[in-house]
């Protein structure tokens, strides 16, 4: 069965950082734009960033100069870093493989992260 596995959060205080790993379990991601979506309870889904299979990136302007995606085809995995992460960061986040029309999308099943003093 083909997994996207996250791992990474948990709590942090306001001003730290973390680093969010997805790894691909019975799906090779390298052809794949990985994507980072975040989500508030009670709202929806919102994007966060996005890496290419050419390592082209994209950061929503919320995030810019505090998140950064990265991808490590070696390891099948592909990384969010957040830093100076504020208390509205806190939310639960999933990544996603897309961006190929023959194939299906695929998400993780997120990873928690909460941000608080």
């Known amino acids: 069965q083909v997994r996207l596995v996250e791992s990474g959060g948990g709590l942090v205080q306001p001003g730290g950082s973390l680093r969010l790993s997805c790894t691909g379990s019975?799906?090779?991601?390298?052809?794949?734009?990985m994507a980072w979506y975040r989500q508030v309870e009670g709202k929806e889904r919102e994007f966060v960033a996005s890496?290419?299979?050419?390592?082209?990136?994209n950061v929503w302007d919320t995030f810019k100069g505090r998140f950064t995606i990265s991808r490590d085809n070696a390891k099948n995995s592909v990384y969010l870093q957040m830093n100076n992460l504020k208390p509205d960061d806190t939310a639960i986040y999933f990544c996603k493989a897309g961006g190929i029309p023959t194939r299906n999308d695929y998400w993780g099943q997120g990873t928690r992260v909460t941000v608080s003093a």
């Open positions: 890496i290419s299979k050419n390592d082209v990136t």
């Open positions: 019975r799906i090779d991601l390298s052809p794949f734009r």
